[in-house]
């Protein structure tokens, strides 16, 4: 494979693997509490953090981590204490976070043209340094979303029951916004700002389609993003067009096809139950 040849392209799929494997680990526990499109939210405010990036002529990756960060405890704080409705937090994040990153790189003396990369990805503005930024961020996605697994579960199935176990609910809503806050940026590069969500929430809709525990939708969900990441980017090489937009594509192909499988999939396993409840009545009957 002549692509593995150059080291750009290498980076890129280093990169796209760890997007595909962090993306649906956290878009797991969106879903799963109806907070889907706080990625897009997230990603608009990043846009401030990679402006900064590029004036201050420091690490947009980690600039943008910042910013996304304080976005989300800020957004997560205004939830929690009901002054406002997470739709309106929400629609300031989407709108003041783009505002103000195109605001800071006018006034800063950039172009534009700077974001454009950030807000769609591209397999060429993968570096070295953003390669080791981006593996440190997915750790720490992977060591939160895998290694308190159980606690998240239980905040994002029920709040009140959570609280009642003992379970730090507020504590643990806030490390989910900041993991989801932390996985927007590790897919910057790749999947782009404005389309990170998608890979958040896609994939786990996927795999909804065919299981239904959520080890195993997770599981599956981090299996689909990961091939999708890694072809999307891979056929960028060869196609001229920008890779987040390519891996959506694909994502949404795949969320098609195993739509349609799971149809006569469904109608099985409701004529298996059917067949196990008759056998059980008869086996009553017989008692």
Request: with cysteine.
């Amino acid at each position: 494979m002549d692509l593995l040849d150059h080291a750009f392209m290498q980076r890129a799929l280093i990169a796209a693997a760890l997007v595909g494997i962090t993306a649906p680990a956290i878009g797991t526990y969106l879903v799963q509490r109806r907070q889907a499109v706080m990625g897009d939210g997230l990603g608009h405010v990043a846009m401030t953090g990679v402006a900064l990036g590029f004036v201050l002529n420091s690490s947009p990756v980690w600039m943008a981590t910042l910013i996304a960060v304080i976005g989300a405890v800020g957004m997560e704080l205004i939830r929690s204490r009901g002054k406002t409705s997470g739709d309106v937090a929400l629609a300031m994040l989407f709108y003041g976070g783009l505002a103000g990153g195109v605001m800071i790189i006018n006034v800063g003396g950039g172009s534009t043209t700077n974001l454009l990369s950030a807000m769609f990805g591209s397999i060429t503005t993968v570096a070295s340094e953003d390669v080791t930024a981006m593996a440190i961020l997915a750790a720490f996605v992977l060591a939160v979303t895998i290694g308190l697994r159980r606690q998240l579960f239980a905040v994002c199935q029920d709040e009140e029951f959570a609280k009642v176990t003992g379970l730090p609910v507020r504590a643990l809503n806030l490390l989910i916004a900041v993991t989801a806050a932390v996985t927007v940026t590790v897919a910057m590069r790749i999947v782009g700002l404005l389309l990170v969500s998608a890979m958040m929430v896609i994939p786990v809709a996927a795999a909804q389609r065919l299981t239904r525990g959520f080890a195993a939708t997770l599981g599956l969900a981090i299996a689909i993003s990961l091939a999708v990441s890694l072809t999307g980017t891979a056929t960028t090489y060869y196609v001229n067009a920008p890779s987040g937009a390519m891996i959506v594509l694909l994502a949404i192909a795949v969320f098609m096809a195993l739509t349609a499988l799971s149809a006569p999939l469904a109608r099985r396993r409701a004529r298996a139950a059917v067949a196990a409840e008759e056998v059980c009545t008869r086996d009553d009957v017989k008692v």
